[in-house]
């Protein structure tokens, strides 16, 4: 990795994100969204703890080796030797959601273990995808003309596509229809979108906005048309007193969403920094 010190935390992940997916390293881009946590994160550590995760299984796996054999070697090793599993008993847990932890503590949610599966598997020169369901993450290993579904949450558990409608039906209580376009791959900027999502949806909630503010930054680089971050991004602009960019998000997110449920509170919060900013700019000469 570049040496990056001295660099916001934005800026870094800038350097692991802003290039041709194929050329973003997935395990370096989530760590750096750690950082905004653990300041003094040594990535490159890490990225070497997931290659010692992979050197066991070397002499067994390779991109020759039949489909079954190598989701067994990367099952049993994983989910067996190192003891990753899915920390239900604290989903909501925010260390769930940085690798850091998640590599630490062999404990995390859909998404993480996913990243860790995902990993790893690359190392081995195992093609494995991330799959997107609505409210759980899981995998697909595909290899030679062969493909399986894969929840790393259960241990790297077979899915059939029954299987993937009654996750969806569970954590939506049925109210979500299931959609077979759901099971296409997503890129490692969606998987990076939907691991900073999970925060955000856990500090705001929180009040937390120091914690969020990074959180926020990040979503709004991945996706910079996104109405609904750009609103979240000026609320917590204005409360940081950034009112410039409080003022140019919140009208962002009007112009797009004219008929928005929060209109209203938004355009009062609109109006309150418009307001303070003319002050300011009324100010003394």
């Known amino acids: 990795m570049v040496e990056v010190r001295g660099l916001s935390t934005l800026a870094r992940f800038a350097r692991a994100v802003d290039r041709p997916e194929a050329s973003i390293d997935l395990g370096e881009a989530a760590l750096t969204i750690a950082m905004d946590v653990y300041r003094d994160l040594d990535v490159e550590a890490y990225l070497r703890r997931l290659d010692a995760f992979a050197e066991p299984l070397r002499d067994r796996v390779d991109s020759a080796t039949s489909l079954p054999a190598a989701v067994d070697a990367l099952n049993g090793h994983l989910f067996g030797d190192l003891g990753f599993r899915g920390n239900a008993e604290d989903y909501y847990d925010p ?12 404990t995390g949610i859909p998404i993480t273990l996913s990243v860790v599966y995902m990993e790893v598997a690359r190392r081995l020169g195992v093609d494995v995808v991330g799959i997107g369901l609505p409210g759980h993450f899981i995998v697909e ?13 259960r241990g790297g558990e077979p899915l059939t596509l029954e299987d993937c409608e009654r996750l969806v039906s569970d954590v939506y209580g049925g109210a979500m229809p299931f959609a077979e376009e759901s099971l296409e791959p997503v890129g490692k900027r969606q998987i990076l979108s939907r691991m900073l999502n999970n925060l955000k949806m856990i500090y705001l ?13 990040k979503l709004v680089h991945l996706d910079p048309e996104s109405a609904i ?51 300011m700019d009324d100010g003394p000469a």
């Open 141 to 153: 290993a595909r290899g030679h003309e062969q493909s399986v579904l894969l929840d790393p949450f």
């Open 95 to 106: 260390r769930n959601s940085y690798l850091n932890e998640v590599l630490d503590r062999r």
């Open 229 to 279: 971050d750009r609103r979240d991004r000026g609320l917590l602009a204005h409360r940081r007193n950034l009112f410039a960019l409080a003022r140019d998000d919140l009208r962002f997110y009007l112009a797009r969403r004219s008929d928005a449920p929060d209109r209203d509170t938004i355009l009062a919060s609109l109006r309150a920094v418009e307001s303070i900013l003319s002050v």
């Open 205 to 217: 909630p929180e009040g937390d906005g120091d914690r969020a503010w990074p959180v926020v930054e």
